[in-house]
């Protein structure tokens, strides 16, 4: 190294040493931990005693840990499509050439904002059995086909129903669906204008032009925040949290990973556990990215940028 | 004022994992002498602006010593060298006024501020900056190209540095203004009297500024000379085609004895049409020595006549060739035309439209300008 | 906005307006219904059918709510200079780290920032025992300090957004400086700062909402009750209240979200810019 360099790479350090500082202390120090930790039996109150791989032996036969997984991966599995569809159908639909396309994006946009403490304790009153306002909603059709068909049918006590709870959840998060919806509409924005017009001249008509240019070009906004939304929805913990007011909801209906890490941390106090139930949401977490990045790789077009 | 001077200069950027590294420059020394005005010159990537930028200090050198005024700069940071540099976008801070861009280093070099309000005072008035609008107060964005390009001038004039780095100064300026900022550029020079490095790939800003051109090519220096000697006298084949437009007529053929002269023979399967000038004289003495091998000669396209111009043409330097294309460019005429093996262009003074597409011209050649090139290392034969 | 799909322009609109409005209606019935709750009576909120409109606005619920969370106001003020602390915290130390990863070249430097975007893929619940029993062992639980200190530690996310940005920064410019005389510290102060104003706007705003949103956080290193956030606060009022004092509980999540919308509305442009590019990069 020269002297130039030897400077550069001072003043580099130099500049992100903040940063350094983060990673050492809050990142690369309690990954680690963990590891430790989940090899650990450990309250806290006393120091962590090493008892091998007990922690791992118990979760594998752990019914409330299979279930969370369960509930988990089911959240993921239907949450990111169903917002994925709203966000791109609300993004296109905001891109057509209607007056008053700033007051629907903001219509669109503020619920993204509202604080989880706020949108959850909201929901819980909107997703209300007997007086909520979504059950108003939605008798509203079903009576129409409870008298056409004959059916009885009854809209749900969501979130005090095992099997409706998680689909409140899912609901209250497509709500929310605004700042994708945000980063969709700059997509296709990006998209040239003359794509559109060569793919008309081709003789291509909407629907084409949507399958054939747009969702094409969109695809590496989608690829982006399909992997944001597998992130976010795998950690999903403060939402259902509030929404059964601080449990898991009717049969443990509601209880994540992250809820059950959080429970076997500050509830039980058995930290060892509760790392090593933190070590499987990481590799579950690292795992996925890397099948999506996988998958993703070959049928992403990065183009006319 | 100040002499820079280049030694052995070389430059290699590190090559990512496993491939080697990229050299830029290789081997380049030459001496900016006081108040010079020295221009590099080469196509895009030639190392022309990699050795500027390590004069400024902006760039690691790998090997090599770079001097001004005798003193060993390698390691001294850019600020302390004491050179201005105007970029090639002009690089105005766009968050200060006209006034502060110019002021600015003087402000980190805690000059007094009545000194720098002279100072940028003067320079603006130098460079037209107060009339007929006063531009100090406004900010980069609300001048046209033109004014900032003047305002990039200035901050470099107010340092009243030991040296002056240009770095493609009139690229983004468009081809009127381009003229205008050259001539004005060439009148600085002589008001300051000042050391100036200027980096271009246009070659009649070379021609038009430079007290001598260094022509690069390849991270090689291939001539260090003025201007017309460059012109003139190239020093190989690489500056003989870069420097001049259109490019010079190159034609490879050998020589061989004719008479008590040399003739020039062009290489080429046809016979048809094949060129052969004949040497006597001093070009006929110099020549003499590579009887029978091969060489490339080179004549610049205004040292074609069309033969009929002419009151007596020399029937050794006269030859046939059949006309491709025609192209009018006002004062004068380009005419393409085809040898035996090659294509040849001749600027011809304009006149009737006389010369007809695929018809065969007479064309007589100034033998006197002719230079011949070594085939195998492309360095002219002296 | 910039312009629309250049075809639809010719064709016919209505299937779209149609929809949109649609969806507005669906997007904003949850808006309106709490603040309609937050309005009425108590009994009114458990009517069957729904009562859409309370029979008279009770103002008087919003005062009650804050009386009934507890010292509302201190939870306000926690909440806000914890939201003050990170942006200030955050965009310090963020610009300084994206400056060393984008204008400066050493050697490592592209490695080591990939290693940066790496740590975006680390969500908190995986990092949280070590990092509380850290903050046991230094003391800090029960007080702010596990809740500020971090964010002059920058976040991935936001270096990343401010790298993009200062990358944009022509390179001229940088070097301007440094034959004008600057040090590296003033090219970042003088040169760089000044011109990534709009993305400095879009960090801060996105680290007030995400310190004024957080729940988690306070959850686990808070411990007395005057201590705790608006956020923290309503929830432990929710517990309390268990789904009866709806009215209030609709008071208080209006409340909280009051001071977000105000934001957005003051500064929707950066909002709007700063969430665009981070897919598009």
Known sequence: MNRGEKTRLRHGLLFISPWLVGFGALTAYPLLASLWFSLCDYSVLSDPVYIGAENYRELVQDEVFWLALRNTFFFAAVSIPLSTVLAIGLAVLLNQPVRGRGIYRTIFFLPSLVPAISLAILWQWLLNGS???????????????????????????????????IWGLVLTGLWGVGNAMIIYLAGLQEIPAELYEAAEMDGAGPWQRFCHVTLPLLTPVIFFNVIMGLIGSLQTFAVPYILTNGADGPGRSLLFLATYIYQSAFDYWNMGYAAALALVLFLLILGLTLVVVRFGEKRVHYAGR | MAEITVENLRKVYPGSKGQPGKVAVEGASFTIRDKEFMVLVGPSGCGKTTTLRMIAGLEDITSGTIRIDGRVVNDIPPKDRDLAMVFQNYALYPHMSVYRNMAYALELRRVPKRVIRDRV??????????????????????????????????RAIVREPKAFLFDEPLSNLDAKMRVETRAELSRLHRTLEATMVYVTHDQIEAMTLADRIVVMNEGRIQQIAPPLEVYHRPANLFVASFIGSPRINTVSGRIERDGDGMAFVEKSERSEHRLRLVFTGDEARMLASRDGQEVVLGLRPEHLSDARDL?????????????????????????????????????????????????????????????????ATGLAIC | MPDADPIARRGNRWPAVLLLIGFSIVFILPFAWMISTSLKPLNETMVLPPKWLPSEPQWQNYPDAMRAMGPFWLHARNSLMLALLNVVGTVVSSALVAYGFSRIEWRGRDSVFLLLLATMMI??????????????????????????????????????????????????????????????????????????????????????????????????????????????????????????????????????????????????????RGISTTGLK
């Open chain 2, 311 to 375: 009151s007596a043409p020399d029937p050794r330097a006269t030859f046939e060739a059949r006309i491709d294309v025609v192209e009018p460019v006002g004062p004068e005429t380009w005419i393409y035309a085809r040898t035996a093996g090659h294509q040849l262009i001749a600027r011809v003074p304009h006149a009737e439209p006389r010369a007809d597409i695929g018809h065969t011209l007479r064309f007589t050649a100034e033998l006197s300008r002719a230079r011949f090139f070594d085939p």
């Open chain 1, 131 to 165: 007086v909520g306002l979504v059950n108003e909603v939605i008798q509203w059709p079903l009576r129409a086909i409870n008298a056409v068909a004959g059916t009885a049918l009854k809209p749900p006590d969501w979130l005090n129903d095992p099997s409706w709870a």
């Open chain 3, 123 to 272: 969500p908190f619940p995986v990092i949280m025992i070590p990092v509380y029993t850290l903050f046991r062992e230094l003391g800090w639980i029960g007080t702010f300090k596990p809740l500020w200190v971090p964010a002059f530690l920058a976040g991935a996310f936001n270096v990343f957004l401010l790298r993009q940005f200062f990358l944009g920064i022509p390179r001229d410019l940088t070097e301007a400086a440094r034959m004008d005389g600057c040090g590296e510290f003033r090219i970042f102060w003088q040169i760089i700062l000044p011109l990534a104003k709009p993305a400095l706007l879009t960090v801060a705003l996105f680290q007030f909402m995400a310190t004024w949103n957080d729940f988690l956080g306070p959850l686990i290193f808070l411990v007395r009750q005057e201590q705790f956030t608006l956020a923290l606060g309503l929830q432990n009022f929710q517990s309390a209240f268990g789904g009866t004092a709806w009215h209030w509980l609709m008071a208080g999540s209006t409340l909280v979200i009051l001071p977000v919308v105000v934001l957005f509305f003051l500064a929707q442009r950066a909002f709007i």
């Open chain 2, 121 to 154: 005072g003067k320079a603006a008035k130098l460079l037209g900056l107060l009339e007929p609008d006063d531009l100090l107060e406004r900010k980069p964005k609300a001048l046209s190209g033109g004014q900032r390009q003047r305002v990039a001038l200035g």
